[in-house]
């Protein structure tokens, strides 16, 4: 998940050098600089690189701002006129400065330390592009898929074509793991999940496949609950990603099929004490060392107090134990 950002007060000195979380972005030495702050300060196996899931869209011609205190603003794509005026051509090569990064990254990082590279998946994109931004219940996106819109189809078959590339280029910069981030999956029941979440990142890991890629892809599908199982199955992701409400025996089952990465509750780590001790404590007991990928259910709040989070890395390796 995230452990960049806002509750870092390095990070957010350098957010200002930068001038603005997009100028951050496409700075290769500064968004470096970004990914190795917490693990300057945390004893982590793995970096998350530095960046954001609506460079895509961005790179697609979509404009987007990131208004203070407000989140992203993208212009809004309602119609095939909409999608028409995208340019999948050329898209993957706006996101040079991201490879770049990649590349610092990978040279400055310790050995035993795993870089894991993004992208969102075409859902999510999709609804912060039809949406123009975030939105509390996404009904704009979700009738125009139930509706089976074709500008829809067309938008997510654009995202899934620069997700791939997108992708193989980070793994050949240097990205040893990708993770797919679906923060908004859980809005399509049964007859929509099947074409707009799992198809979409079926269809990124065999173009990832195709490109050569052979890296193992973390799907975090959030809010699937009981149809984790199908995700996996069906997606071939070596790892799922598991917000914190899904219960522990539960990713315990899934394990049969793949690996799993969470789930702590991230307000787990804001409150700390023995709650934060006794969470840790559950997710290693249930778990299988060689089929678990510790980690939140989902990213850091901006207000979480860092001595908590190392608390957590402390206890996560007292009861881990076996390194
Ligand atoms: O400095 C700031 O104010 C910006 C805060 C911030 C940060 C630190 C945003 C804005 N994005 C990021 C970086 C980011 N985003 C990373 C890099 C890794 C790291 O921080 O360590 C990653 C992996 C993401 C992924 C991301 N961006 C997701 C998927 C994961 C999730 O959290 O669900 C989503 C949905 C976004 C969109 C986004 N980016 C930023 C905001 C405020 C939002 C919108 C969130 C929403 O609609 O609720």
Not at 39 to 62: E, N, S, T
Request: with cysteine; net charge negative.
């Amino acid at each position: 998940m995230r452990q960049a950002g806002r509750y870092l007060p390095e990070y957010r000195k350098t957010r200002e050098e930068a001038g603005s979380f997009l100028d951050l972005c496409y700075n290769p030495a500064l968004s470096a600089e970004v990914t190795f702050q917490p693990l300057r300060r945390f004893d982590l196996d793995a970096a998350i690189l530095f960046a954001d899931i609506l460079l895509a869209p961005q790179a697609l011609g979509a404009k987007l701002s990131f208004s203070a205190g407000e989140g992203p603003v993208l212009e809004p794509v309602r119609s095939m006129e909409d999608v028409k005026g995208l340019k999948l051509e050329g898209a993957a090569d706006k996101l040079s400065p991201i490879y770049e990064t990649v590349s610092r990254i990978i040279e400055g990082l310790p050995a035993h330390v795993a870089l894991i590279g993004f992208c969102g998946a075409p859902w999510t994109v999709a609804t912060y592009m039809v949406e123009g931004g975030g939105s509390p219940e996404r009904l704009r996106t979700r009738i125009a898929a139930a509706r089976g819109e074709a500008w829809f189809d067309a938008l997510m078959d654009m995202i899934i074509e620069v997700s791939c590339e997108y992708l193989a280029r980070q793994v050949k910069a240097g990205a040893e793991c990708v993770q797919i981030f679906d923060t908004w999956a859980g809005d399509l029941g049964d007859g929509l999940r099947e074409k707009y979440v799992i198809e979409p990142v079926r269809r990124i890991i065999a173009g990832l496949r195709a490109r050569g890629a052979d890296v193992p892809v973390i799907g975090f599908a959030r809010g699937l609950g009981a149809a984790q199982e199908e995700f996996i199955r069906e997606t071939g992701v070596a790892a799922a990603g598991c917000e914190w409400p899904l219960p522990v025996a539960e990713m315990a089952r899934l394990t049969e099929f793949a690996a799993v990465q969470g789930n702590l509750d991230p307000a787990a780590v804001m409150a700390g004490g023995s709650f934060l001790r006794d969470g840790v404590k559950r997710l290693v007991e249930a778990l299988p060392r060689e089929k678990h990928i510790f980690n939140l259910g989902h990213g850091f709040k901006p207000e979480t107090p860092i001595e908590n989070v190392e608390e957590m890395v402390a206890c996560l390796r007292e009861f881990d134990g076996a390194d």
